[in-house]
C-alpha cells in the first residue's frame, strides 16, 4: 500500500470538505464592524429619536440573520431595535454633562445560535442649541413719568430661550444702537437701562434701543435675537391708543393700560387730557365682551379702574367753575368739591344711563348723606372732594377664575331671557371712613333687563367678586330697582336667578352634609334589606316580599343616582355625566320607587280581601314587574324632551327638584337660571 498517496488524497477530501462547511449559510463567526470606543450622546433628547446605529457581521457571507441586544438595558434610558441595530430614546433624560455611561451589545445569528459581545461607551454631551434668545417686548413703547429721577432703571432686559439646556442659555448683551445719546444707558452686564438724566430734562421725542442677545459661547451654536424699545416721555396720544383697540391682543391691552395711567397723572391739571383719557376707557368699555374677559387679567382692570379713580379724586377743579363732568357712551365722571355751607341732608347725583331696550335714557341716581360729606379731607379752602364714576357695564371688573360666572341667560316659564350688563357706579368721599355708615347711602337705576328680579352687590377689591354684605334692596318695581348700603365702594344690581331662596354659604355646607348623610343611610338600609331578603329563602316565598325586595331596589338605586350625580356635577373631575342622562335616571327611579309603593299598598289592602275571598293569580310579579318597571322607561326620557308647562319648584333640605308636568325636569333646562343649594342641585 502506498502510504504517501493515501495521505495526500484525504488532505484534498479534508479540504474540500472545508471548502463545503464554509459555503453553508450562517456558519462562520459573528463579529462588529466599525465599533467606536465612545459614543456621543446629546442631553436631553426626546423619546423615541435615535442616537447611535452598531452594525454587526457574519464572515460567512450576508445570508446570516442577526438580531442585536443590549444588555441589562431596563437601568438605561436607551433601546435597542433587534433587526436595524439601531439605538433610541426610550424617554427624555437630563443627565450631568460628560457622564460616560458603558453599554453591553449582543449580536446574535439566530440561524446557528453564534453571538457576541462588545463593551463600549455612551458619553452625555450638552444639547444642541435650536433656539435664538427672543424678547417679549420687542417693539413696545415705555411710557415713562416725567417726575422719574437720574439712575432710575426704565426696563431691564426679559429675554427668553426656548432651548432647555441652562448652558445654552447664559446668554450676554450688546448695545447696537441707542438713539439720541446722553439721556440712557445700556448696562449690558445686567441688561438694564437707566436714566442718565431726570426725566424732565428729556426731550420730547422717543429714545429708541436696539439691543442684540447671544448665547453664551460654549453654546452649540451659538446663536443672537435682536430686540427694539422705546422710551417715551410724551403724553401717550388718544387716536394711538384707540388704533390698538382695533386689533387688540393681550399685549396691546396691556401697553393702553399703561398709557392710561401715565394720562391720567396729566389729566389732574389738563382737561383736555382728561378727556382723552375717558374717550379711550370707554373705548375699552365698548369691546366684545367674550373677548376681554379672555385677554384681560385682573392687573389690567385694576390698572385701568384705578387710573380713573385717582384722577378722580386729585383732578383739579378749575376756578371758574363749580364741577367738573364728563360724559362718553360708557364712561361718565362727575367731580364736586363740596363746600362747607353746603346744609342739605344728602348729597344727591344724578346720571342719564343707556337703555338698550327703549333706545332712551332713563337716570340713574346716588344719595350720600351729608355727616359722610363733611367727614372726608378738606382741602385748602375747606372743601371736601366727591366724586361719582358710572360705568355704563361691568366688563373692567374681572372676576376671580375661582368665581361662578355672571348669569347672562336664563329660562322661565318656558321664555328666554338675554340677561343685559348692569351698569356700575363709583361714589368715594375723598378721606373718609366710608366702612360702616351709620346712616346707609342710597342708590337707584334702572334695571338691565325687565320683569326679572335683581340683587344689590358689591365690588370686593380683595376677592375681586361682586358680595351683597351690607347691601340690600330697599325698593324694586318692573324696571327700576332701589338699594341701601351702609358702606361705600363700586356698586351694581345682578340678575338674582334664586329670588325667593337665600341661604348662607355656612347653612349650604350643612344641608348637604344632612342630605349626603340622609340619602347614604337610605342606600344602606335598601340595600341590607334586600340582601336579607336574598340570603333567607323564607322570608321571600310569598309575593309581598318580592315586592319589598322591588321597592328597595328602586329606592336604593334611586338614591344612588342622586348622590353620583350630585358628587360628579360639583366635583373637579375631568369627566362630566350629561345632565339630561343622569336626570333620566333618577326620573325613571323615582317614578319606579312611587309605582312599586302603589303596588305594595294594593297588595297589602288584597291580603285583608284574601282572609275572606281568594283568588289565584298567574304570573302575579311579572305581571306587577312590568308595571312597576317597564312601562316609565320612556315616559322618563319623555319628561326631558317635553315640558310644556311652568315649573314648580320645591326645595327639601337644600336639594331643589323642579317637577313639571311629565315629572321632574333637571335645572339643566333652565339655561342657568337656577343656583345649587347647599352644593347638592338636580
Not at 62 to 86: C, Q
Not at 170 to 192: A, N, Q, V, W
Not at 598 to 616: P, S
Not at 649 to 658: M, P, R, T, Y
Amino acid at each position: 500500500m502506498d502510504y504517501p498517496d493515501c495521505k495526500q488524497g484525504f488532505a484534498w477530501l479534508l479540504a474540500i470538505g472545508c471548502l463545503f462547511l464554509k459555503a453553508l449559510p450562517g456558519n462562520g463567526q459573528v463579529v462588529f464592524v466599525g465599533l467606536k470606543d465612545v459614543y456621543e450622546i446629546q442631553n436631553r433628547q426626546p423619546a423615541d429619536v435615535e442616537v447611535a446605529t452598531f452594525m454587526a457581521l457574519d464572515e460567512s457571507g450576508s445570508t446570516a440573520r442577526l438580531v442585536y441586544d443590549l444588555y441589562d438595558a431596563d437601568a438605561l434610558p436607551f433601546r435597542i431595535d433587534r433587526y436595524s441595530g439601531k439605538l433610541f430614546t426610550v424617554r427624555q433624560f437630563n443627565l450631568p454633562i460628560g457622564r460616560i455611561m458603558p453599554i453591553t451589545l449582543v449580536a446574535t445569528n439566530i440561524l446557528n445560535g453564534q453571538d457576541v459581545r462588545a463593551h463600549t461607551k455612551l458619553r452625555i454631551t450638552m444639547a444642541v442649541n435650536n433656539f435664538a434668545p427672543s424678547f417679549p417686548t420687542n417693539g413696545s413703547t415705555i411710557f415713562l413719568q416725567r417726575n422719574a429721577t437720574a439712575s432710575t432703571t426704565v426696563w431691564i432686559a426679559d429675554t427668553i430661550d426656548e432651548d432647555p439646556d441652562e448652558i445654552n442659555n447664559d446668554i450676554t448683551y450688546r448695545t447696537l444702537s441707542l438713539t439720541p445719546e446722553g439721556y440712557l444707558e445700556f448696562i449690558e452686564e445686567t441688561g438694564e437701562l437707566k436714566l442718565l438724566k431726570d426725566a424732565k430734562d428729556l426731550p420730547d421725542r422717543a429714545i429708541t434701543l436696539s439691543v442684540t442677545a447671544c448665547n453664551g459661547p460654549n453654546a452649540k451654536p451659538p446663536r443672537c435675537g435682536t430686540g427694539v424699545v422705546s422710551v417715551a416721555i410724551v403724553i401717550p396720544q388718544q387716536g394711538a391708543l384707540l388704533g390698538m383697540l382695533d386689533d387688540i391682543s393681550a399685549e396691546k391691552l396691556s401697553a393702553v393700560a399703561d398709557a392710561v395711567e401715565i394720562m391720567s397723572e396729566y389729566a389732574k391739571k389738563d382737561v383736555k387730557v382728561a378727556q382723552s383719557m375717558v374717550n379711550v376707557v370707554s373705548a375699552v368699555l365698548n369691546l366684545d365682551a367674550v373677548t376681554l374677559d379672555n385677554i384681560m387679567p385682573s392687573q389690567v382692570s385694576t390698572k385701568l379702574t384705578g387710573s380713573v379713580g385717582s384722577y378722580a379724586n386729585d383732578a383739579v377743579i378749575p376756578a371758574d367753575r363749580e364741577n367738573v363732568r364728563m360724559q362718553t357712551d360708557n364712561l361718565e365722571i362727575s367731580l364736586v368739591d363740596v363746600k362747607n355751607d353746603f346744609n342739605d341732608p344728602f348729597l344727591r347725583f344724578s346720571s342719564a344711563c343707556n337703555d338698550t331696550r327703549a333706545h332712551v335714557e332713563s337716570n340713574l341716581s346716588f344719595s350720600i348723606p351729608t355727616d359722610v360729606v363733611r367727614s372726608g379731607s378738606h382741602g385748602s379752602d375747606g372743601s371736601v372732594r366727591v366724586s361719582l364714576v358710572r360705568y355704563d357695564n361691568s366688563k373692567l371688573f374681572k372676576l376671580a377664575e375661582a368665581e361662578p360666572p355672571i348669569v347672562r341667560r336664563t329660562v322661565i316659564n318656558c321664555t328666554s331671557y338675554a340677561i343685559q350688563d348692569s351698569p356700575v357706579v363709583v361714589a368715594v368721599v375723598k378721606g373718609a371712613n366710608t366702612e360702616s355708615l351709620v346712616k346707609p347711602v342710597m342708590f337707584r337705576m334702572p334695571k338691565p333687563t325687565q320683569n326679572l328680579k335683581y340683587r344689590c352687590v358689591y365690588w370686593d377689591e380683595a376677592a375681586n367678586r361682586w358680595a351683597s354684605e351690607g347691601v340690600a334692596v330697599s325698593r324694586q318695581s318692573e324696571d327700576e330697582i332701589e338699594c341701601q348700603a351702609h358702606h361705600m365702594t363700586a356698586f351694581s344690581v345682578l340678575f338674582d336667578p334664586t329670588p325667593d331662596v337665600q341661604i348662607e354659604e355656612s347653612h349650604k355646607f350643612a344641608l348637604s352634609l344632612i342630605s349626603y348623610i340622609g340619602c347614604s343611610l337610605s342606600i344602606f338600609g335598601c340595600f341590607a334589606t334586600v340582601l336579607t331578603y336574598c340570603f333567607f329563602r323564607h322570608l321571600r316565598v310569598d309575593n309581598a316580599g318580592k315586592i319589598l325586595i322591588n321597592l328597595c331596589v328602586a329606592i336604593g338605586f334611586l338614591n344612588v343616582a342622586f348622590v353620583v350625580g350630585s358628587f360628579l356635577s360639583t366635583s373637579v373631575l375631568p369627566f362630566k355625566l350629561p345632565c339630561a342622562v343622569m336626570s333620566s335616571v333618577i326620573h325613571f327611579f323615582s317614578l319606579a320607587s312611587f309605582m312599586w309603593m302603589g303596588i305594595e299598598a294594593f297588595n297589602m289592602y288584597q291580603l285583608l280581601i284574601r282572609v275572606f275571598f281568594t283568588v289565584q293569580q298567574k304570573h302575579f310579579i311579572l305581571k306587577r314587574a312590568i308595571l312597576g318597571w317597564g312601562q316609565w322607561a320612556g315616559l322618563s326620557g319623555l319628561g326631558f324632551d317635553v315640558v310644556r308647562r311652568p315649573v314648580q319648584e320645591i326645595v327639601l333640605a337644600g336639594v331643589k327638584f323642579s317637577f313639571g308636568i311629565f315629572g321632574y325636569r333637571s335645572t339643566c333646562l333652565g339655561g342657568g337660571g337656577h343656583k345649587s343649594l347647599g352644593g347638592l342641585q338636580r
